[in-house]
Each structure stands twice: as structure tokens, then as C-alpha cells.
């Protein structure tokens, strides 16, 4: 079973900036792919940003582009998301999650992901 750990969650101003991270009870994860997800009140979760462990790719939705971005540390099996110039609609529980298709390409479809974190709170205030 592999177990994802985020942190890095808390309030923030207008223009601020968070790093999220997403550590990995896995020890080889070089098939693996992580991606990063929000949850607003009232909303469906929807997709952020996807990261291929071994290739380095990268994906983004259009609403964090040049914004945030998404980077892996393999000598510690951890993930990250580096949260830049944060608008109040970045608001909501933030999720990363992971699965062992990465050598099939990049995914934002929530359901193809396997292992998921507790998630942790990312409020922005203005």
C-alpha cells in the first residue's frame, strides 16, 4: 500500500506564495505519476498540475500557469507544489495523488489516480 502525506497548507494573503509537499511511503517510483488537486466549497475536485516521476514532464490547468509549479525530489520521495502569486479562487483543500501508470503519459482525471493524501487547507485572503 503506498501512503501519501501532504503538508505545507495554511492562510495566506492576496499575492503570496506556499509550498505544498507530498511525501511517498514508496521506496521505487520511477513508474509512478503525481498529480495535484483542489477542492473549493461547494465545487467538484478539479485538477492543477501532474508530474511524471521519471520523465520530469509536466502539466498545468490554465488557472495556475505561470503560477504554480510542480516538482519531485527523489532522494526523498516527495513531491511538491510551489504556489505562487495566489488569488483568492486558489482557496480550498488541496490534494496530491499518485499511481503507477507514469510510463503511460501525464493524466488530469482524477479517477485514474490510485493513492491519495489527507489533503490540507489552503486559504487565501484578501
Known amino acids: 500500500q503506498v501512503q501519501l502525506v501532504e503538508s505545507g497548507g495554511g492562510l495566506v494573503q492576496v499575492g503570496g506564495s506556499l509550498r505544498l509537499s507530498c511525501a511517498v511511503s514508496?521506496?521505487?517510483?520511477?513508474?509512478?505519476?503525481m498529480g495535484w488537486f483542489r477542492q473549493a466549497p461547494g465545487k467538484e475536485r478539479e485538477f492543477v498540475a501532474g508530474?511524471?516521476?521519471?520523465?520530469?514532464?509536466?502539466t498545468y490547468a490554465d488557472s495556475v500557469k505561470g503560477r504554480f509549479t510542480i516538482s519531485i525530489d527523489n532522494a526523498k520521495n516527495t513531491g511538491y507544489l510551489q504556489m505562487n502569486s495566489l488569488k483568492p479562487e486558489d482557496t480550498g483543500v488541496y490534494y496530491c495523488?499518485?499511481?503507477?501508470?507514469?510510463?503511460?503519459?501525464?493524466?488530469?482525471?482524477?479517477?485514474?489516480?490510485?493513492?491519495w493524501g489527507q489533503g490540507t487547507q489552503v486559504t487565501v485572503s484578501s
Open positions: 495523488a499518485a499511481d503507477p501508470r507514469g510510463l503511460y503519459g501525464l493524466e488530469y482525471r482524477a479517477n485514474q489516480y490510485d493513492y
Open positions: 514508496r521506496r521505487t517510483l520511477s513508474s509512478f505519476r
Open positions: 508530474i511524471g516521476w521519471s520523465s520530469g514532464r509536466t
